[in-house]
């Protein structure tokens, strides 16, 4: 794979980051693909299947030797490596912060020092807090609530300044609730949807924490991938943040409910306190996301768990 772009994927033995190589692998305009990866919430076997065609280093975000030796030659950095979660940076925030902070500015040095190839840099919808005016534009004023927010918040401003003080291109993409197949259950900070389709599939209770008239908006994984990938090929640029998601409203009981039609049989839900950090509304506004990816097309919520689920059904049990 000589020809074509080359891609630098952080973060891509993770759950979005190895769908992304998946995703770009297929894409003509790609050629070289190279990860950083130090496995800490992402697994060897996710790249397994493509370990001939990409070219993966072991190793941490915070080595800013390795990421300028990764970067070196690159067109495009796609910065997905992280400590995910909020209830995560509650129990540790000094360690989302060193990895989503100084993570992101190291591999901004990275990119300044060999070139400046263009970084897409992974942020989220946590940013905005519980604001009561949805859906959630980009020109909103920012109320983190948790130490994980704060860090993507961070990681935006450092995207800015680095392209207005250096002129490096870049992107910096607020997801929100990514999910899909390979998204793990079994850790304590497991997202919402992965838990509660493996309680569904297994009979088991689900913690619902809050009232359950919490909304979210749903992105597919494979939706945002596509998104990053045409970003890629593209070399789209935008010094603020952009919304990644399509402006769909679900609240976590019409979500269950969900779960249960497509799984054939009710999710038992067990209800528990708020967890503090939690938001209780996030809806995109995509009005910006679509002016960028007019031809970006979302996979519907009910589409997307039923791959989803079969997923989970396929999985080998321990």
Known sequence: MNAGLRVLVTGGAGF???????????????GRITVVDDYSTGTRDNLAPLSRDVDVREGSVLDGDLMQRAAAGT?????????????????DPARSNAVNVTGTLTVLEAARAT?????????????YGSRPRLPQREDAIPSPASPYAVTKLAGEGYCAAYARCFALPVLPLRFFNVYGPGQLPGHAYAAVIPKMLAAALSG??????????????????????QVLADATAGRVTHDGPVNLAFGTRTSLTDLADLAGDIVGSPVPVRAAPPRPGDVAHSQADPALLRSLFPKAEPVGLRQGLEATVAWHRARPRA
């Open 75 to 91: 067109d495009v950095v796609v910065h997905l490596a992280a400590v995910p979660s909020v209830p995560r940076s509650l129990a």
């Open 16 to 30: 979005i980051g190895h769908h992304l190589v998946r995703t770009l692998l297929e894409r003509p305009e790609i």
């Open 115 to 127: 070139g400046g190839p263009l970084v897409i840099a992974a942020s989220s919808s946590s940013v």
């Open 204 to 225: 088991r209770e689900f913690t619902l924490h809050g009232d359950g008239t919490q909304t979210r908006d749903f992105t597919y994984v494979a939706t945002v991938c």
